[in-house]
């Protein structure tokens, strides 16, 4: 079992940057891929961003290639993204998720753990 809490979220103008943090329980943190996804009211949960258990492959959607980073720290049971160049269409609630597996993937169904959510708001 894991459980996953997201933090970080808020208000920012476009350009802006915010890094979301999510902090997971269990000891086995390293053994869980780890992606960020997010929902926009009206529209499906999308992938974000998402990264192996050791940290040494990444893979993002298209729409922040470029502006968003995520990393990892299993030391501490952390997995962040770091937002930079924010745009209104980045505005959504952000969702951390688990998933036990060797390999990344894009879609929702793969992952079994999800925490709550933090809203990122990006004003124009």
Known sequence: QVQLVESGGGLVQAGGS???SCAASGRTFSSYAM???RQ???KERE???AITRGGGTTRYADSVKGRFTISRDNA???VNLQMNSLKPE???VYYCAADYSVLIWSAPGEYDYWGQG????VSS
């Open 18 to 20: 915010l890094r979301l």
């Open 35 to 37: 992606g960020w996804f």
């Open 40 to 42: 926009a009211p009206g």
């Open 47 to 49: 992938f974000v961003a």
């Open 76 to 78: 501490k049971n952390t």
């Open 90 to 92: 980045d505005t959504a």
């Open 118 to 121: 933090t809203q990122v708001t």
